[in-house]
């Protein structure tokens, strides 16, 4: 179940969107030689075409899972 302001809530709209599986997003995310949350929103934006809720979801639950270990 998700929360307000969970961002896998985004996580279908994202997925409809763009046609990519969200497994795909984080991978991309974490192959990425950025590291800094909003270099990553900016390049999702920019070179993916994502829109800036949707590239920060991604950003924010994918930098999450890797400080959690």
């Known amino acids: 179940m998700t929360t307000k302001g ?3 809530s985004y996580f279908p709209s994202i997925e409809q969107k763009y046609g ?5 997003w984080k991978d ?3 192959a990425s030689p950025l590291t ?7 390049w999702l ?7 800036h809720g ?3 979801a991604l950003v924010a639950h994918t930098l999450a899972e890797q400080a959690e270990g």
């Open 6 to 8: 969970d961002p896998t």
């Open 20 to 24: 990519r599986p969200i497994e795909e």
């Open 28 to 30: 991309l995310i974490r």
């Open 36 to 42: 800094r949350h909003m270099e990553l929103v900016g």
């Open 45 to 51: 934006k920019t070179e993916h075409g994502l829109g």
């Open 54 to 56: 949707h590239a920060n």
